[in-house]
């Protein structure tokens, strides 16, 4: 969020996109999320304007890091409505933090969990990273038993994703290439672990606990399932009747738009019939739910699918809706590759 003085600016710029854009907005929201970065850094007071002035949700989740979290700041999002939070633990081994940078340490990653049960919270997600520099298959093993300690209704787990060119790729280049001959058995590592303690695999890279309720990432959700959304910042990205509008990332020309009152500077693309039965497709496929093919028509290559269902990667199945997609446990594990080659040319 920059300096903290800018924090009051910034925020008068979110609530005022959000005027603009609030005839987008059914009359019940389903979802609102707060992230994309790291929105406990905001001044409080500031925050406590945000999330006051937010429409109500059935799910509203904030991300936090676990040094941001205090007894207050976890009074501050009980009392602006939030009922779920992210807390971006990524790991419990204070080396491998220092390696990502990370200010948070395994000890205020659990205080961060005791304060924000203390507070009734009752949805908790955790994020961890694996593939990281000088990880072994031992740390992240031991980073799952340390979470699954803290007994998260829901976990995402991602793999470690280093931008060529840049300073961290630079410094951990040859590290960064060994570990990708490992990740495959990461992946595998952290399905078993959290699948053998009683989670949901439901996403690729998500797992909740099977209850009643359902623990999914709802708002998560509705990107995988192709619902639109509304997305307000610097660089947000909006999924609204066919059209795909992308916030530009210049923070100077956003706050300045605003002020002014008129909309964000930003890009449109239109998003066409085809490009949305493969979005469907693509996305569709990394839950653990089928996909309608009627939803996905020609954007399916049956060719690709024939042979993929004698390889034991897909399976297809039949009700009273019409013929249903997913992907095996086998395909699962081979994920984006299988997906691709569905894909029609």
């Not at 924090?7 to 854009?21: D, N, P």
């Not at 929105?39 to 945000?50: I, K, Q, S, W």
């Not at 060529?164 to 595998?188: C, I, K």
């Not at 709802?218 to 609204?240: C, E, F, K, P, R």
């Amino acid at each position: 969020m920059g300096r903290r003085e800018e924090h009051g600016s910034y925020v008068a710029a979110l609530l005022a996109e959000l005027e603009l854009a609030r005839a987008c907005l059914t009359r019940e929201l389903e979802t609102v999320f707060v992230g994309g970065g790291t929105p406990t850094f905001t001044e409080p007071r500031e925050l406590a304007r945000l999330l006051g002035a937010l429409p109500a949700a059935d799910e509203v989740t904030v991300e936090a890091n676990p040094e941001t979290v205090t007894p207050e700041l976890v009074e501050l999002l009980v009392a602006g409505g939030v009922t779920r939070v992210s807390l971006g633990v990524q790991s419990f081994q204070p080396r491998l933090l220092d390696v990502l940078e990370r200010r948070a340490t395994p000890e205020s990653a659990r205080r961060a969990v005791l304060a924000i049960r203390d507070s009734g919270f009752d949805n908790l997600s955790l994020d961890l990273i694996y593939g990281i520099p000088g990880q072994t298959t031992s740390d992240l093993r031991c980073d799952l038993e340390a979470a699954l300690a803290l007994e998260p209704e829901h976990l995402s787990c991602y793999e470690l994703e280093a931008k060529p060119g840049t300073r961290f790729t630079h410094a951990h280049g040859a590290e960064l290439a060994r570990q990708a001959d490992v990740l495959e058995g990461y992946f595998e590592l952290v399905v078993e672990t959290l699948t053998d303690a009683g989670y949901r695999w439901y996403e690729t890279a998500n797992f909740c606990r099977a209850e009643e309720r359902d623990l999914r990432a709802q708002h998560n959700l509705g990107y995988w399932l192709g619902h639109d959304y509304l997305g307000i910042g610097v660089g947000a990205v909006s999924t609204i009747a066919g059209e795909r509008r992308r916030n530009l990332p210049s923070l100077a020309r956003y706050l300045a738009a605003l002020a002014a009152g008129e909309p964000p500077p930003h890009e449109v693309e239109p998003i066409d019939d085809e490009t949305h039965r493969r979005e469907l497709l693509l996305l569709g496929l990394r839950l653990d739910e089928p996909v309608a093919l009627g939803a996905v028509g020609d954007a399916l290559d049956l060719a690709a699918l024939a042979r993929l269902e004698t390889l034991g990667l897909v399976e297809r199945t039949a009700n009273g809706r019409g013929e249903e997609l997913r992907l095996t446990r086998r395909g699962r594990f081979l994920g984006g590759g299988v997906t691709a080659e569905l894909l029609s040319a």
